[in-house]
């Protein structure tokens, strides 16, 4: 059988077992007789590079949308070296792996050249095949799609009706393919394949002890490698545990911030000689470190696709401790091949730690768990076989070949067309970039006349997000007011949030900031004409001369560029914002309106953020300071008041949220206020602004009668903070009541879609995250369908898991024996709130 492999990325150069796993099948069909060709990018070696059975052909891009002409040039060069390659080589079938930032176009092509495709997905990417850069831009050319349909294939270039056939999918773990279902794609027939290693690969040794820890993967917070650090700091200083060490393996370069902060961690706890970085190690050297080891961590704080590294521990012989997420679920049983821990549960994590170091006898019976488990379900051997089994059928019943097809197999003419077209597209590219240095030009020119001498005075804050993140830049005002109390405070904000800082003591001025979204923001270059306007008239609406300038707005977003574009068109003497460090020109071209501030960091936390601009103002908080906003029930109407001090059992707050494109479906928040009035005799406290009126009167009306209370509409930031303290537990969605909880020291139960950051470092462990972790999440509010998927993944039962979770650790504390005893109360009982 002739088989054509396309991955984006191939080994020697990788990112993850994504690429390494492709890398052993090849291998594998190649020693049982087949004849393979290997299809990648130019990743790795920057220039194309043929070395038979590899073809490092293949432009590879990241960015989320790059501009069109680059689209364009990458597609024809893509699709040109895949028909090619299919003309030489004639096979049988393609198999694609990772697609991610090439062309999902060249599964259509094989289709349309009657090759049938497989895909075995180790991700999502075909879940979000949406998402795929040419198809992009053909959506939104939709209105040119005919004459494109009549210009393009001339030169054998392919303008596709959707991003690629979805039959021919094999998934790595059914949880890949739930994810799938859920984004509306039909893959009930395709079959799951679990990956495998091979099990005389590793010798097999026996490890005295779990105190040798060991982490292979990526050092990225998502990883979690936090929460195992900060467990190892607490088995010392709380239980006198010294002897645990922890290996770290794997590339620091990703986001050496974040490894800093590990080491900032580790050096808190006194434990910097007991964790050791490796970096980058090569993949026939993790041998080593797994037989060296005892206790092997999987800390995932995200959903993970699958988690192949656990089943090299578990053949290796190894202990595997790891977050049941995703689908690493489908690898760890709890208690038969490895124990689980709770994502981002340093403490739980500690308690596992110390249960095995404690129990040789569960050790050993872990142990042969593993064994056991790698010799049936995940032998990479069975794997082979059922791939193989599953080409060799869609070979066989694919009707017509390629030759058959009445397409011309010489390739001569279809490729030099092609690359007649290439010339078009270096002209279109050369326009596009002579026109972005005039523009940048012109930038510069403006950002040489545009100070005046400061007065140290009086400084703004341009706030142009919406209630998130004045809730959360709250604290931070009151430290800088604090910090200078001779300087007046003026805040630009949003319209509809004046009522959250009017009257507030700290802040000396409110006004208006009127911030608008164009459609295709992220593409332009001098920001949006009303932008200028409000920045231009901006200072006759202040009542004094401005010193500094400083735009809160620290994401990637129209309310980032916002800021960033008012701050150009003010005349002050100091402007402090984030600024990118991106590689694309027209990215990096309102960083010239920025003087001052922090680089952005992706992922970022939002308290980081803030901790980050703040200092380069002089202002640094301690992480206490993030919890201490006054509250206090008298700030509330006596009727509110009333409802929550009268409350039989515990109050819950529900907060729907106002924006319908980015907010979990009231339908499942009216379900979860149900499930608490009847399971738990719950007094619900509807809570919302005044952009939330029509969800929340919606939600009121959906829920049953009882003891419900709807409080929505204009409310101060003191009111706010006063209606959350007397929760047993918030539910919000996404920052804004997230943020607020934490500030008002509540557990809360966040329910994240398209504008919600992975990491929010807020509430001291006391909050949770609920969200369906895509590749395109979080977005900015710019989602790529009809509405945000990513909180259409959220089902009502994983809400109750996380609502049941946070309350029984409010009772608990850490005294709560395990999760397995919290469990087995009553179904009825919810320990009541014992904080007003």
Request: charged share 20%; glycine share 10%.
């Amino acid at each position: 059988m002739k088989v054509l492999v396309v991955s984006n990325i191939y080994p020697p150069y990788f990112v993850g077992g994504y690429e390494l796993g492709c890398c052993n099948l090849v291998e594998a069909l190649i020693e049982r007789g087949h004849e393979v060709r290997v299809l990648t990018s130019t990743y790795g070696v920057n220039r194309e590079l043929v070395q038979p059975p590899i073809y490092r052909l293949l432009r590879i891009d990241f960015d989320r949308l790059p501009s069109f002409p680059k689209v364009v040039r990458k597609e024809a060069a893509n699709q040109r070296h895949f028909r090619r390659l299919c003309v030489e080589f004639v096979p049988d079938i393609v198999f694609c792996w990772n697609m991610s930032n090439i062309s999902l176009s060249i599964a259509a092509i094989a289709g349309d050249l009657k090759i049938p495709v497989r895909y075995y997905l180790f991700d999502n990417w075909l879940a979000t095949c949406e998402l795929d850069q040419w198809f992009q831009y053909c959506r939104l050319l939709a209105p040119l799609r005919p004459l494109l349909k009549v210009l393009l294939p001339r030169l054998r270039f392919l303008v596709p009706e959707a991003p690629c056939p979805l039959d021919g999918a094999i998934f790595a773990s059914s949880y890949l393919k739930e994810v799938a279902h859920l984004m509306g794609k039909e893959i009930t027939a395709a079959p799951v394949v679990h990956w495998g290693v091979p099990v005389p690969a590793l010798p097999e040794v026996t490890h005295s002890s779990p105190a040798s820890m060991l982490y292979v993967g990526q050092v990225v917070p998502l990883k979690g490698v936090h929460t195992v650090v900060e467990a190892v700091g607490i088995l010392k200083e709380e239980h006198g545990v010294s002897s645990i060490s922890l290996t770290v393996v794997g590339d620091t370069g990703f986001d050496p911030e974040y490894v800093r902060h590990l080491e900032k961690l580790a050096e808190r706890y006194g434990i910097s000689d007991r964790v050791r970085f490796t970096g980058k190690v090569a993949p026939q050297e993790v041998g080593g470190y797994l037989n060296s080891h005892g206790l092997f961590v999987f800390p995932s704080a995200w959903d993970e696709p699958f988690g192949i590294s656990q089943v090299e521990a578990m053949a290796a012989g190894m202990i595997v401790l790891g977050t049941a997420t995703g689908g690493s679920a489908e690898i760890i049983k709890d208690g038969v091949n490895g124990l689980h821990f709770e994502r981002e549960d340093c403490r739980d994590c500690a308690r596992q730690i110390l249960r095995l170091l404690e129990d040789p006898e569960l050790c050993r019976r872990l142990t042969a768990g593993g064994r056991a488990s790698v010799a049936g379900d995940f032998n990479f051997s069975r794997v082979v076989n059922d791939l193989e089994r599953l080409l060799e059928d869609s070979r066989r019943t694919t009707t017509g070949r390629m030759a058959g097809s009445g397409r011309s197999t010489t390739g001569t003419a279809p490729v030099t067309k092609a690359e007649a077209g290439d010339l078009v597209q270096c002209a279109t590219i050369t326009f596009h970039k002579v026109l972005s240095t005039l523009i940048l030009a012109c930038v510069r020119l403006r950002r040489k006349g545009a100070s005046e001498p400061a007065a140290a005075g009086i400084t703004l804050f341009i706030t142009p997000g919406d209630a998130s993140d004045l809730i959360l830049a709250l604290p931070f005002l009151r430290g800088y007011a604090e910090r200078f109390p001779d300087r007046k405070l003026i805040v630009a904000v949003r319209p509809e949030v004046v009522p959250l800082v009017a009257g507030l003591p700290i802040i000396d001025e409110v006004i208006p900031f009127p911030v608008t979204a164009p459609a295709g923001w992220q593409r332009m270059t001098r920001g949006h004409l009303s932008w200028w306007c409000y920045g231009m008239r901006l200072p006759a609406l202040l009542s004094g001369k401005v010193g500094t300038a400083v735009s809160l707005g620290w994401r990637k977003d129209a309310a980032g560029a916002a800021g960033a574009t008012v701050l150009a068109a003010l005349k002050v003497g100091r402007k402090i914002g984030f600024r990118d460090a991106g590689d694309g020109l027209g990215r990096q071209v309102l960083d010239f309106f920025v003087a001052d501030g922090p680089v952005r960091r992706y992922p970022w936390s939002g308290v980081a953020a803030m901790n980050a601009l703040f200092a380069s103002l002089g202002v640094t908080l301690d992480s206490d300071c993030l919890t201490a906003v006054p509250t206090g029930m008298d700030t509330l109407p006596d009727e509110v008041a009333e409802f929550v001090r009268s409350a039989p059992g515990p109050v819950v707050v529900i907060a729907p949220g106002g924006d319908s494109l980015c907010c979990w479906p009231v339908e499942r928040h009216a379900e979860i206020g149900q499930w608490l009035q009847t399971e738990y005799g719950a007094s619900l406290l509807i809570l919302g602004l005044e952009f939330d009126l029509r969800r929340c009167h919606e939600l009121h009306r959906q829920l049953p009668a009882g003891r419900k209370f709807l409080l929505a509409g204009p409310m101060s930031a003191d009111e706010l903070f006063a209606a959350l303290s007397g929760a047993s537990v918030v539910i919000g969605n996404d920052n804004c009541f997230f943020y607020a909880a934490a500030l008002a020291g509540r557990p809360a139960v966040g329910i994240f879609g398209p504008t919600s950051n992975d990491r929010l470092e807020l509430g001291g462990g006391r909050q949770q995250i609920v969200r369906t972790f895509l590749p395109c999440s979080p977005c900015g509010c710019d989602c790529l369908y009809d509405r945000p998927r990513c909180l259409d993944g959220v089902d009502t039962e994983r809400v109750k898991r996380a609502v049941r979770g946070r309350i029984f650790a409010e009772h608990y504390g850490d005294t709560l024996p395990s999760r397995k005893e919290a469990g087995s109360a009553e179904p009825g009982y919810m320990p009541p709130c014992t904080e007003n």
